[in-house]
């Protein structure tokens, strides 16, 4: 059985793929807090720079922090075929969200879904402090969190097909495992290529991905070492509060 510090994000080999199964239902929100707080804004474990791009289409300057160079290359991939007035306002950077140091205090720091793979406490109470370091005195930190009581102990999943711009047809699938006495939820995922026929034609990817499962008083309590307090507290990226049943809990924070 491999330990918490032995997971992590699964996305090596599967960059090209990866905003192809993720929801932008959370990219309003983002924008709304970003039109209150201003530039500069900064979007930690960005992946391919799925929000990021956005946040710079509607004229946001963006530091983007990645730690996978699988993800990395596909966001400079992303930002080179892009407008020159888009890409000139997001500047990229390879780090660890745990330890990392820039130059610039920020208006605005977004973590999107990806807390959980800082996998230990320690790793968790270091990525707030970094962020917390980061932040300008007003500035404001949006935390994404899925709740620990509610992630199911095992489920499985196919996702609909979806194509590429060259036609090749992904197909992704997998399983989630949630232990909730280490506190690890293991996921296995299998990336299919097939011809846009549907006849298989591609290669097949197999990645593990893990993240921390993180209760609440458990994301309080790391708050509150950081040095960080809650201003308000979502159950969705709609804006409604969030109460015991909410998927999601997201946390607005301030120094």
Do not use: W
């Amino acid at each position: 059985m491999r330990t918490k510090n032995e997971l992590g994000p699964g996305y090596e080999g599967i960059a090209e793929y990866y905003n192809y199964f993720t929801g932008n239902d959370d990219i309003p929100l983002y924008l709304k807090y970003a039109r209150q707080q201003g530039s500069p804004v900064l979007d930690v474990a960005a992946g391919t720079g799925r929000v990021s791009f956005v946040l710079a289409q509607a004229g946001f300057a963006v530091t983007a922090l990645e730690n996978s160079p699988s993800m990395l290359a596909e966001f400079r991939r992303r930002q080179s075929a892009m407008p020159e007035a888009t890409a000139s306002l997001v500047d990229v950077v390879a780090g660890d969200m745990s330890d990392f140091s820039l130059a610039r205090r920020y208006s605005l720091v977004i973590i999107p879904g990806s807390f959980g793979h800082a996998m230990t406490s320690e790793k968790q109470i270091s990525t707030l402090k970094c962020i917390r370091n980061h932040m300008k005195r007003d500035a404001m930190f949006i935390l994404d969190l899925y709740p620990g009581a509610l992630i199911p102990e095992r489920s499985s999943f196919s996702d609909s097909p979806v194509q590429l711009p060259d036609g090749r047809i992904i197909i992704r699938s997998g399983t989630v495992s949630c232990d909730t006495v280490r506190q690890v939820l293991t996921a296995e995922l299998t990336y299919r290529e097939c011809s846009p026929n549907g006849t298989a034609a591609g290669r097949e990817v197999h990645v593990t991905s893990g993240a921390a499962v993180i209760f609440n008083r458990e994301a309080d309590l790391l708050v509150r070492i950081a040095g960080l307090h809650v201003v308000a507290e979502l159950g969705g990226f709609d804006g409604k509060p969030y109460d015991p049943d909410s998927s999601r809990r997201i946390l607005i924070l301030r120094k």
